[in-house]
Each structure stands twice: as C-alpha cells, then as structure tokens.
C-alpha cells in the first residue's frame, strides 16, 4: 500500500518538506520513495504539487496523511470519498479524551490531623 506523506528537508530550525509517495509500511526516513508529487513551505505557505500526479496516485489508492489530505484540500484537489479530512470542528486534538482537562476530577484527600510532638524543652545556661 502508498502513502502520499510530507518528507522533511531543510536545515535546523528552517524546514522545508516534500510530498512524496512512499511504501506505508515503512518509516518515512527509510522507506523507498516512488515518486515526488511537489513540495510545501510551511514559512511562507508555499505549496507546488503536479495536480495530475496526484490525481493518479489517490485513483489508485495511495492514501495521503492528515496534513497532506488538508493541504491538497486547500489546494482545491477533489479528494476521493474514503479520504478523511479532519475539520476545524472537531477540533485540532486527535484524543482529546486523554488531556488531562477531560479526565474526571479526584475528590480532595480528607486532611487527617498528626499528633503534635510534645515541644522539646530547652535548656538555659546561666550566662557568666
């Protein structure tokens, strides 16, 4: 199976990405590439992509990622009907159960009163 994913270049703290067509089973950084279909910018929003490449990549069941599917969307590229795409409704965190805002509140532990110490005596001496 392909996927149509984002393969980063560029240098530290300035990165620049491709989109690639790549095997899915294999991490983005080692799998064997089949074919560049554009790049992005995302500095300055920049995105260049061959419109019929992709269109022959997505007929043939390469699946795009999240970000790919929404920067061909942006782009005005009919998707096929099996891509999901995530909307801005839903909102912009994948498991939003997990946060810690959304777990249930622990009832506050009673405080239990410690036995005091008895105070330590202190011990004048004269002063000479």
Do not use: C
């Amino acid at each position: 199976m392909l996927a149509i994913r984002l393969q980063r270049l560029g240098r530290t703290g300035y990165p620049t990405y491709r989109i690639a067509v790549q095997e899915a089973r294999r991490h983005p950084s080692s799998g064997r590439v089949v074919a560049y279909l554009g790049s992005y910018n995302p500095h300055t929003k920049e995105v260049k992509f061959d419109a019929e490449k992709v269109d022959l990549y997505l007929k043939n069941g390469a699946q795009p990622t999240t970000r790919v599917a929404k920067l061909l969307g942006d782009n005005k590229v009919k998707l096929p009907d099996w891509v999901k795409v995530r909307s801005a409704k839903s909102g912009s965190t994948k498991n939003a159960e997990k946060l810690r805002k959304n777990q249930p509140k622990e009832e506050p532990a009673e405080e239990t009163p410690v036995a005091e110490a008895p105070a330590e005596e202190t011990v004048e001496t004269p002063a000479e």
